[in-house]
């Protein structure tokens, strides 16, 4: 009898036994010390994601980080590839034309 | 956090690095998501290129015809310029011409497969384009349009796009997206020699697309867009006819409308450590021609030093016929419903391989000027064999061509 009722105050102390009402396990709005945090902005928070400020995108504004390095070089590349194959572009990078050949 | 901390301890070579990187971030074409103001230098950019397809097989073509196909020479020229502080302008202008033979319709060989007839080395055309486009920058945004005209003997065209950028989380992410139609005309030379030639006939093409791009941290970005164009009018081809068993023809004939949806993400890295930067890209493409499309390209911009940059790229292409394609009609077609023979809407996969190089200098002949010479070569495989899918029967007139470039940029 002694055993059952300090393995039933054993299974109260580390919870398991514990009851709780619906929604009682949500913590108190005062509890926050700060509004809730979106995941998207939990996301934008990880270390990988660092905010980038003006002063260190040396790297990003090179000219071959750009996503057209070449504007000539990509309509040209672009108007060949619309005339050669069925992929209908979905901007003006084809240029105009007919492409009929 | 420890980018951040070793940040915070270099703050003042930081912060004296500031100034040239803003005005870098700032500088001409770099359009990661730093375009909150206008082009400061005034850049001039001209470039040649010869494109040429190689001959028809011979087992895909008919015996004793002529192989050769098409060639085109293409002149380049660009200025982009800064207006005032909110205000550039950049002009395109693209004369090409063209010549040589094109796959005219495919027929059967004695065992029945699909042999490839052309045209005959007849067509001489030249296309004149021009495209015109103004960009309005806010404070955290950037507003263009642009308007373009292309005009080759036979056919003319018109453009119109609006485009616009917005940039938030401290500039880290950019929100773009684009809308533009165009409207085409197109006038058959020769109409009277082939009774499935049109005499004049319309399309038009609508466009919208919308992006996201975010910065990844100092060195790496990536952006996704989602595009939907939409083709309606004379979506055929003139040139081209379908050959029914028995010898008789009739007219390319396609569906009146196209709608279209691809998706494209594309990713930036510089590695310090090579002196590198890898573009990677991917897109996924189909329409309601039951066409549907993958491409992938990757490129390496390799630097030596300061002046001389070398890069490789691989283009993968795989694409699904469309629902109308077919090597030639049986004797029983009556001619009704949609049909076409052209090569371009059939099963098949293409292998692109460039190779770039350009050399950089600097002259302060009346001003100091930044010179780039760029040379490159192409080389671009098509075959049934490469596709994902295997094609019922390989088109005949599958093209693999050679393009070389050489051109040069200045920027004052």
């Known amino acids: 009898m002694r055993r059952i009722a300090l393995c039933a105050l054993a299974l109260v102390l580390s919870g398991c036994g514990t009851f709780s009402w619906p929604g009682s396990e949500l913590p108190d709005y005062a509890e926050y010390t700060e509004e809730p945090k979106s995941y998207l902005e939990i996301c934008l928070e990880h270390d990988y994601l660092l905010r980038v400020k003006p002063w260190e995108r040396a790297v990003l504004s090179r000219t071959d980080m750009a996503w057209v390095p ?23 990078a084809g240029g105009g034309g007919c492409g009929c050949n | 956090m420890q980018l951040g901390r070793r940040l915070r301890r270099g703050k003042e070579s930081a912060a004296l690095r500031a100034l040239q990187a803003s005005a870098l971030a700032l500088s001409g074409m770099a359009q990661v998501a730093s375009a909150d103001s206008p082009i400061d230098r005034v850049y001039t950019s001209y470039s040649f290129s010869y494109y040429d397809e190689d001959e028809i097989e011979d087992s895909k073509g008919l015996p004793n015809a002529d192989r050769e196909r098409y060639s085109v020479s293409t002149h380049q020229a660009m200025i982009a310029a800064p207006l005032t502080d909110r205000l550039d302008f950049s002009l395109e202008v693209t004369h090409e011409t063209m010549s040589g033979a094109s796959p005219w319709y495919t ?23 021009f495209l015109l486009t103004t960009n309005y920058y806010y404070d955290n945004a950037r507003m263009g349009v642009t308007t373009g005209y292309s005009s080759e003997n036979d056919y003319d065209a018109i453009n119109l796009s609006f485009d616009g950028e917005t940039h938030f989380n401290e500039k880290n992410t950019t929100l773009s ?3 533009g139609m165009s409207y085409d005309q197109i006038e058959p030379t020769d109409p009277e020699l082939d009774a499935t030639r049109p005499e004049s006939e319309k399309k038009q093409t609508y466009f919208l697309n919308v992006g996201l791009a975010q910065i990844l941290n ?4 990536v952006q996704s867009s989602v595009s939907y164009a939409f083709g309606t009018g004379y979506l055929s081809d003139p040139y081209k006819k379908v050959f029914r068993f028995g010898g008789t023809f009739f007219p390319d004939e396609r569906p009146g409308d196209r709608h279209a949806i ?52 691989v283009r993968y292409y ?40 350009e050399y950089t200098f600097r002259t302060g002949w009346f001003t100091d000027i930044e010179w780039t010479a760029k040379l490159s070569y192409e080389r671009y495989l098509s075959s049934g064999d490469l596709a994902f899918s295997t094609p019922s029967v ?4 599958l093209v693999s061509f050679d393009v070389f470039s050489v051109g040069f940029n200045a920027k004052f």
């Open chain 2, 318 to 357: 795989t694409q699904n016929e469309a629902d109308m394609y077919v090597g030639y009609l049986p004797i029983t077609a009556n001619g009704s419903g949609e049909f076409s023979s052209d090569y371009r809407l059939s099963t098949y996969g293409a292998l692109g391989l460039g190779l770039k190089g």
């Open chain 2, 107 to 129: 027929a059967p060989d004695a065992a029945g497969a699909p042999i490839q007839v052309l045209s005959g080395p007849t067509i001489e055309d030249e296309r004149n384009d």
């Open chain 2, 177 to 179: 997206g684009g809308i």
């Open chain 2, 394 to 397: 390989e088109a005949p007139g």
């Open chain 2, 218 to 221: 100092r060195r790496s970005v």
């Open chain 2, 262 to 313: 691809s998706w494209l993400t594309r990713y930036r890295r510089h590695i310090e450590e090579f002196e590198a930067t890898l573009h990677l890209s991917y897109q996924y493409y189909i329409d309601t021609w039951e066409v549907s499309s993958h491409t992938i390209e990757v490129a390496w911009y390799q630097s030596y030093g300061d002046n001389l940059q070398i890069t490789p790229n």
């Open chain 1, 70 to 92: 070449d504007p000539l070089e990509g309509a040209r590349r672009g108007h060949t590839f619309f005339s050669k194959e069925a992929t209908m572009p979905g901007g003006s």
